[in-house]
């Protein structure tokens, strides 16, 4: 089952559990991973083209949406990014732990890259 094709949103307090975050996954038929992000700088907006579940497991930060706009993220949130959502991770000052789920059975970093261009979004009308 593929998400519905979309901007990104965050869902606040989504999960309390690791299992009810796996089931979640499951259910948006993704495949889990887990995902440390270390601190780092904002990322220019891009888009990616697999869809893409962030469960926030630990710690807190940002994304900006596709009009730039910051949107907050801490434990139990779900930030969900259809393919071709235009978004960036924002400035990371504290590790987080994630659990996230893509479209495709593949190496996390590999199915996110590259970052593509936002004007080429199959979104962007």
Not at 16 to 39: C, F, H, I, N, Q
């Amino acid at each position: 089952m593929a998400l519905d094709p979309g901007p990104m949103y965050v869902v606040n307090n989504a999960f309390a559990t690791k299992e009810e975050a796996l089931a979640d996954l499951a259910a948006e038929g993704l495949w889990p991973t887990t995902y440390v992000s270390e601190r780092g700088e904002e990322l220019p907006l891009h888009w990616h083209d697999v869809d893409n579940c962030g469960y926030v497991v630990e710690g807190r930060g940002y994304v900006l949406n596709e009009s730039g706009q910051r949107v907050e993220l801490g434990p139990g949130d779900k930030l969900v990014l259809p393919a071709g959502a235009v978004h960036a991770e924002g400035e990371m000052t504290e590790r987080m732990v994630w659990i996230v789920g893509i479209s495709r059975p593949a190496n996390l970093m590999d199915a996110l890259l590259p970052l593509r261009d936002p004007a080429s979004s199959p979104l962007v009308h």
